[in-house]
């Protein structure tokens, strides 16, 4: 069988929404300076490029249409490739990468530019006409439960308490500060040229933070409850891309790959506790590798919340300090349609860096799903 | 355009200003002069400080802004920095310590810099103009004077302007206009005499209140009662506004006067130092601005409630506040005199009051001011008082004050012996005139381009009243409503009136209306007392009429064959939000405060506020298309009461429209409102009822989510689920809702009396009502 691999990764500097340095860049314009600086400095034959896979959780405004065509004009793709968007809320450009693989392994193209956008400033969570189907929502709410409410149905039922929650958050939050301090994301970040300047640094790290200083926030979404603005992951305006191929394509290239794709998954679960969605998908996709869990070497968990990212962990029996080795969302930023292609990106560098057999990126999805990727080395 | 969007408003001479010194009142004077439009550039000595003081002044409430645009009109910087920017100013403000020596050098600086033409002006408040000019040029004597704004700037109406022999006429004409009409100032003319006119008056007041509540014994809540409400005096009274300005503004103060006040001035007689307060100073109590309280206190019992404690002015001590009773309270808030003649320690300190202020202001004319009225208005504006101390003396009668003097063995002043029996204020012939000088009276002359409703009520008859309302001829064939209810709160005999109206007008009685009145507000909504009691007898009928009632007259005032403006002031909330949204234009006093805000009552619009909004903010530009942005905006101003707190937040929430107008200076409104309905009378056509987009049940489904966010959150109770739900409902046209179609505004306002009748007949609703009418706050349940 063809093997896949993921060639390269890159992505923009993630900003907090509306106050950070990104929140006057178009989505499209983020996504096609990703895209460009990624297939530029990745070896590809761009003429081999089958298609532009580009995820997004609230596809309309500026990041709607077809954003993937317009992103491939703006990128300078040549014009006999494709493009599509992809949604799969939170996990849609992990799913890129998925859509991907599945279509190498077909035989239906040899590279693919696998990338996710969302700029949560410009264009808002829940878009600008949510219109929920009135019957649904009476008759099973679930179907549109609040994101905050999930985190706290999730603290709830796996006793996550609020001081594990800002443990959690403060490592995530000294890891990520210490990654960029050293210069680790300096590779993996393409400087957005703004109109004004460039910015070529993530502005959601909050470095410093401190469990006391957690501690006197107050419940962001449940007055009695114990999720907090600090153990969430912030609304952030950002953008990913990975070069998806065949092995025999980067060999014929004399690229590198990062890691092969092992396998993948997604599974549904409970809406009210969409925050689980990684345990259910990850198990799927660690049987299908042939693996447990104590075979992985390297994690990247999406930190939407702490409390669903311990909960998985627990359940998952996955190793502290393997998981989101240079911090997380809950630092690093979550922007929706991103991220999946971020994590995937980011374990398959880090196994890379770190050494080691297997990694796994997983991340919970709204709606109560989730979706993984295990990764292996090629080294 | 200007911000005050008063065509012509702003005289071209002041297009650039400054102030110097970013304290309290330099930065409050800046704001002030941003909000009329001007930029302005604030400096001061320390480098940082003026750029503080506007961050400062954006978390202050009340805020010094009126809208956040203003404050982007302010330049901070440093003055030796940004000292040559001076050069482009109009008018300099000088607001820096109080101390002549620095201010002369300050201005020696400034000569060096600043423009031919421009005018300089200090904001002292105790130094003689002549002092500040000794030793400068001719040229900076003919640019100076002094303008004497009030704390705060913004809110308190009061300048006082003292110019100097060498002052250029015409620059006293730019200040005085451009303070009238642009800041929405009263411009009172003083002479150069210490303290001017309200500080003058207002010192010994304070100190003669201070002296007789510790010689008679009263407590400080009694003495804040008998000084207050009876005298028409803020219900603070005394000890209440030192502590809001602070106990160690007084000693300051009165030292300044001490300075430069002639020998035998009666302040010097009354001036006391006080252990007590002197212990409270010592103590860091210096008012609510300490943190720790002033005479009052509020502590926490055992149960956590908030408990007001008041010092005992004879012990120091601290002791629960208990409300004051005396027989003297309870016959004088009407009868001033009966307060004053009363044998009570509440009587006997009224008396003693009243004897030292008045005589000593009407001992002060003609020494600080030409007459009476300048004397009147500077204590009206600058302190707040209902009636200066001469409409004071007309209460009590200036025979009755001349004889208590002379009864106490003290001089009666010689403008009292003037008066004789006759007041100080009479009308004649429907023209309010004072008592001059000369012995003779004198009309009251009002300033070119105000029009008073008193004015107009004094010289002519209603064209139509009722207990509620009345309709006035306010000239070139212009009618206005007036409502003169408690807190023009809206009732039936007001719906009535404006029914009336609009069948006067419809047969040609007036061009064009004016809805206006001088009240404090220009209407706090729907009388719910009236309300209530229809429901506590389940008169279901009844309150159904007045719903529907409200929505006919409002409607007919919006489809009337003549332009109808409506010109606020103060606030106007729900059903007063809801007259001004159904008139063809608006005229606002800046200091508006509009909202509709029935949500705190369990209620919803009902009178066409839902309809009207969801129609302004359908047609605003710059939303996303679709049928939720809108919508959303409407339910979120609504189902959180929001209240405009300018005429300049008011237009950013679309409850004025682009083309209304604002004016600064409240005595202009009505002349404003009157022109701007004149101009609209050629070729006016009444609007048609209209067509809507709705959301219909997705859009009821999708807020009725965000609302559930916000009760877990703890932040919509379970009332306000309800209300919201009736709300969301009503917004989004119903159950049969549907974006594709052209829904009818009459529909709309189907479902908000529907929506209204169902919420009025809620216990949880009544509970509310009941709440904000006992204690004027909103209940959270």
């Known amino acids: ?379 | 355009m200007s911000a005050a969007g008063q065509e012509g408003a702003h005289p071209p001479a002041i297009r650039r200003a400054a102030v110097i010194g970013a304290g309290v009142m330099g930065a409050g004077i800046a704001a002030q002069i941003a909000n009329a439009g001007t930029p302005v550039l604030l400096l001061d000595i320390v480098p940082g400080a003026a750029a503080r003081a506007v961050q400062t002044m954006l978390k202050a409430d009340p805020a010094p802004f009126m809208h956040r645009a203003a404050a982007k009109r302010v330049q901070p910087g440093d003055l030796d920095a940004d000292f040559a920017k001076l050069a482009e100013c109009d008018w300099i403000v000088e607001a820096i310590v109080e101390r002549p020596d620095l201010k002369r050098a300050l201005y020696g600086r400034l000569e060096g810099v600043r423009k031919a033409g421009s005018i300089v002006s200090s904001n002292t408040s105790t130094i003689p103009l002549r002092d500040l000019t000794a030793g400068l040029p001719d040229r900076f004597a003919a640019d100076f004077l002094i303008t004497h704004f009030f704390n705060p700037p913004r809110y308190m109406r009061l300048l006082e302007l003292v110019a100097g022999p060498a002052t250029r006429p015409d620059a006293v004409a730019a200040i005085r206009d451009f303070a009238d009409r642009a800041l929405g100032k009263t411009v009172v003319e003083c002479r150069d005499t210490p303290g001017f006119i309200a500080n003058r008056i207002g010192t010994l007041w304070l100190q003669s209140a201070i002296n007789h509540a510790v010689d008679l014994r009263l407590t400080i809540e009694e003495a804040d009662a008998v000084v207050g409400r009876p005298m028409g005096i803020p219900k603070t009274g005394v000890f209440g506004l030192i502590d809001l300005v602070g106990l160690d503004l007084m000693p300051h103060v009165a030292n300044s006067l001490l300075a430069t006040l002639p020998e035998g001035d009666a302040y010097r007689a009354l001036h006391r130092e006080h252990g007590t307060i002197t212990g409270l100073i010592a103590a860091g109590r210096t008012g609510r601005k300490s943190g720790k309280g002033g005479f009052y206190t509020r502590a926490k019992d055992a149960e956590g409630n908030s408990l007001k404690r008041a010092i005992d002015l004879w012990t120091g001590e601290d002791r629960p506040s208990a409300k004051p009773s005396l027989e003297s309270l309870d016959l004088g808030s009407r009868n001033l005199r009966a307060l004053a003649e009363h044998p009570d320690r509440g009587g006997r300190y009224a008396r003693a009051v009243l004897l030292d202020t008045l005589a000593y202001a009407a001992s002060l004319v003609p020494e600080i001011a030409d007459d009476v009225t300048a004397v009147d208005a500077a204590m009206r504006l600058g302190y707040a008082w209902k009636y200066g101390p001469f409409e004071l003396i007309d209460r009590l009668g200036p025979g009755w004050l001349a004889a208590a003097l002379r009864a106490a063995d003290r001089p009666v002043p010689p403008l009292l012996e003037l008066a004789g029996e006759r007041p100080f204020y009479r009308t004649e012939a429907g023209t309010l005139q004072f008592l001059g000088l000369d012995g003779d009276y004198h009309d009251v002359v009002r300033p070119e381009g105000v029009l008073l409703l008193a004015d107009v009520k004094r010289r002519s008859k209603p064209l139509a009243r009722n207990g509620s309302a009345s309709l006035w001829d306010i000239g070139d064939g212009v009618a206005c409503l007036e409502f003169h209810t408690k807190m023009n709160a809206m009732d039936p005999d007001i719906l009535a009136l404006i029914g009336k109206a609009v069948g006067m007008g419809r047969k040609g009685a007036f061009r064009a209306l004016v809805i206006h009145n001088e009240g404090s507000h220009f209407s706090a909504g729907a009388n719910l007392g009236l309300a209530l009691f229809a429901a506590n007898i389940a008169a279901w009928g009844e309150i159904e009429g007045l719903v529907e009632g409200g929505q006919k007259a409002y409607r007919a005032l919006r489809e009337a064959p003549f332009p109808v403006v409506g010109a606020p002031s103060g606030m106007a909330l729900g059903g007063g939000c809801e007259v001004l949204l159904h008139c063809d234009a608006v005229q606002a006093h800046a200091e508006s405060y509009i909202g509709l805000v029935e949500v705190g009552v369990g209620l919803i619009p009902g009178w066409g506020g839902c309809t009207t909004m969801l129609r302004r903010w359908s047609a605003a530009p710059g939303l996303p298309k679709g049928p939720m942005p809108p919508l959303s905006k409407v339910f979120e101003m609504i189902s959180t009461a929001q209240v405009a707190k300018s005429a300049f937040e008011a237009r950013e929430m679309l409850l004025l429209r682009e083309g209304d107008g604002i004016t600064m200076n409240r005595d202009r409104l009505l002349a404003d409102a009157k022109a701007r309905a004149l101009a609209l009378v050629e070729g006016y056509e009444a609007p048609k009822p209209g067509t809507l987009r709705v959301a219909g049940p997705t859009g009821q489904a999708a807020l009725r989510l965000a609302v559930d966010g916000f009760a877990q959150l703890g932040k919509a109770t379970p009332h306000d689920v309800v209300v919201c739900g009736y709300l969301a409902e009503t917004l989004t046209g119903g159950a049969r809702g549907d974006f594709i179609d052209e829904t009818p505004e009459d529909a709309i306002l189907k479902l908000e009396r529907q929506s209204f009748m169902a919420l009025v007949r809620h216990p949880a609703t009544l509970a509310r009502v009941e709440h904000m009418l006992e204690t004027g706050r909103p209940l959270r349940n």
Request: hydrophobic share 45%; charged share 20%; with cysteine.
């Open chain 1, 1 to 379: 069988m063809t093997d896949v691999v993921i060639a390269a990764y890159r992505r923009s500097p993630f900003h907090l929404a509306h106050k950070g340095d990104l929140a006057r860049v178009r989505p499209d314009e983020m996504a096609a300076q990703v895209v460009r600086a990624m297939v530029a400095d990745s070896g590809a034959d761009p003429e081999a490029i089958e298609d532009l896979v580009l995820g997004c959780a609230f596809p309309e405004g500026e990041q709607g249409l077809n954003v993937a065509r317009l992103v491939s004009f703006l990128a300078g793709l040549p014009q006999g490739a494709g493009a599509v968007t992809v949604n799969r809320f939170c996990g849609s450009s992990m799913q890129s990468v998925h859509q991907a693989a599945g279509a190498i392994r077909m035989g239906a193209g040899e590279a693919f530019v696998c990338a996710g956008v969302e700029s949560m400033t410009r264009v808002p969570m829940m878009g600008f006409n949510p219109m929920p189907h009135p019957g649904l929502a009476a008759r099973y709410p679930a179907a549109y439960v609040n994101m905050g409410e999930t985190a706290e149905n999730v603290a709830t039922r796996h006793q996550v308490s609020r001081a594990e929650q800002e443990a959690f958050a403060v490592e995530s939050q000294r890891r990520a500060a210490a990654a960029r301090e050293a210069g680790r994301f300096a590779a993996e970040i393409v400087p957005i040229d703004t109109g004004k300047g460039t910015v070529a640094q993530d502005g959601c790290i909050r470095e410093g933070t401190t469990a006391e200083g957690l501690a006197a926030l107050k419940p962001a979404f449940r007055a009695d409850g114990t999720v907090t603005a600090g153990t969430s992951s912030p609304l952030t305006d950002g953008a990913s891309a990975l070069l998806v191929c065949s092995a025999a394509h980067a060999k014929a290239r004399g690229m590198t790959p990062l890691a092969r794709v092992k396998s993948i998954a997604v599974s549904g679960c409970s809406p009210e506790v969409m925050g689980l969605g990684p345990i259910g998908a990850s198990r799927k996709a660690l049987a299908r590798a042939g693996i447990a869990a104590r075979d992985l070497d390297v994690v990247e968990l999406n930190e939407a919340f702490a409390s669903q990212a311990i909960a998985c962990m627990r359940e998952l029996g996955l190793d502290p300090a393997k998981v989101n080795i240079d911090g997380g969302a809950i630092a690093l930023g979550h922007p929706l349609g991103a991220t999946g292609a971020r994590i995937v990106g980011k374990a398959a560098a880090l196994l890379q860096r770190e050494g080691g057999r297997y990694a796994l990126a997983t991340q919970c999805i709204g709606g109560g799903q989730g979706i993984a990727t295990v990764l292996e080395s090629v080294a």
